[in-house]
């Protein structure tokens, strides 16, 4: 059972200037919600209740759209609007939120090992980045992960195929699949150029991670673009055979893009008026 999702959440969202100078990219909506609550929300369908949340700076709306704004609520009461706050006060009613910052952006690794004093090394945690907005006909893609960790026991990473001009933006493994679906990751490079990419595989922002990662992270030096990165911690357990990827079943919108953004707000538009 995956109890705790981390959420990291401290980078500047500098593709959404100026709309991002005093508003987190975590809470541009997608319609009517903010992305990170489609996460949070997925998080849920995956059976965890345990939020940890990585800020910084300029990030406090996140911990109060996750707390109850009493005056709204008391002007709200016995409305007929008072259904538009429903799904928000179910998800602070069942879930807990911890939030750690992050001080300085040193790399999405570096992030994952702020989270470190929130998460633990008692067990496997999931992490989602809320601008991977994924979306399914039916489980959703963390609970379809959960699923695979069940089978496999180690660290799991969600995979999709991306077309060879994109594939320098993302983390790229190359594996055996050993059942459909499911690859035993031998090789994991962050952003290669196309010619050298391993495969066509990039992973998204769904991992479940063993809790060795943070020792790993510790010792990690700066890789590709001067960061810290978690590909290439993984890489470290994918050595000893540990990781498995997962092409999930379902859509992916990368809302870290403005096209991409603006494909989900029309997706999640028109699912709104089926
Ligand atoms: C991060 C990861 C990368 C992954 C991507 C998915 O990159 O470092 O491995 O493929 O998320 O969205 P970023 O988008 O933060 O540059």
Redesign the pocket.
Known sequence: MIKKCLFPAA?YGTRFLPATKVIPKEMLPIVDKPLIQYGVEEAMEAGIREMAMVTGRGKRALEDHFDINYELESQLRGTSKESLLAGIRHIIDSCSFSYTRQTEMR??GHAVLTGETLIGHEEPFAVI?A??LCVSDSQGVLAQMVEVHKRHGCTVVAVEEVPQNEIH???VIAGEEIEPGVFRVDHMV??PAAEVAPSNL????RYIITPDIFDILRETQPGAGGEI???DALMQQARQGRVMAYKFKGRRF?C?SVGGFVAATNYFYHMGRR
């Open positions: 980078g790399g999405l980045l601008d991977d933006k993302y983390g962050e952003k990039a992973v998204i922002g990165q978690l590909t990368d870290g």
